[in-house]
């Protein structure tokens, strides 16, 4: 299968500083990702769905101001945590499908997000 | 809530033995597709089941589909240890809604 790789892998911040993860298609042009975060013992909540070279949709509840979702190429998406607090520690998934919504998605390891 | 549901939220079973995991779903699909997550790691896809099959069988894996009751069924069949894992459905219409997961505990 397609390859979709997130780095970091994990990270440790400090509160109020700002968080970047990037999301990666290796081998298949991404023409949607979608940002997944998972809490403890929980399951994946969407956050937000990117077309490339669109705006990001958000899922409700989430909040478009802190967190950033870029999607400048085919290849390349990025989450940004702004102003990150200790309640945004969680498990950062993303995932990458390339065409229309029959298409499989592939997800990427997730990122660990740890904020002091 | 975007979410499905599971059930059982976790399930212990010995070794060899088959395991049973169910999927309720709230909105018309496309398809839904089945994931497996070992602990603190990303998701590996399992099986991808369409609206219009009832049944599909990958290896160990058989999956079925219920359009009417919005259900979906995961068996697991001659279980191993290397099977513990959390188990999770997703419904896919435009998006991806995943149900809030199985924990499968295989005891060797």
């Known amino acids: 299968g397609a390859v979709v790789s997130q780095h970091p892998s994990w990270v440790i911040c400090k509160s109020g500083t700002s968080v970047k993860i990037e999301c990666r298609s290796l081998d298949f042009q991404a023409t949607t990702m979608f940002w997944y975060r998972q809490f403890p013992k929980q399951s994946l909540m969407l956050m937000a769905t990117?077309?490339?070279?669109?705006?990001?949709?958000?899922e409700q509840g989430v909040e478009k101001d802190k967190f950033l979702i870029n999607h400048a190429s085919l290849t390349l998406s990025t989450l940004t945590v702004t102003s990150a607090h200790p309640e945004d520690s969680s498990f950062y998934i993303c995932?990458?499908?390339?065409?229309?919504?029959?298409?499989?998605?592939?997800f990427g390891p997730g990122t660990r997000l740890t904020v002091l | 809530s975007q979410q499905g549901e599971e059930d059982p939220q976790a399930l212990s079973i010995q070794e060899g033995e088959n395991a049973t995991m169910n999927c309720s779903y709230k909105?018309?699909?496309?398809?839904l597709q089945w994931y497996r997550q070992n602990s603190g790691r990303g998701l590996v896809h399992l099986i991808l089941i369409r609206s219009n099959e009832r049944e599909k069988h990958s290896g160990r894996l058989r999956v079925t589909l219920d359009t009417s009751k919005k259900s979906s069924s995961l068996l697991i069949t001659a279980s191993r240890a290397a099977d513990t894992a959390s188990y999770f459905c997703a419904s896919t219409g435009n998006q991806f809604y995943f149900g809030t997961g199985t924990s499968l505990t295989v005891i060797p």
């Open positions: 995932s990458a499908r390339e065409g229309g919504g029959m298409n499989e998605q592939f």
């Open positions: 990117s077309n490339e070279g669109s705006k990001a949709t958000y």
């Open positions: 909105t018309s699909i496309n398809n």
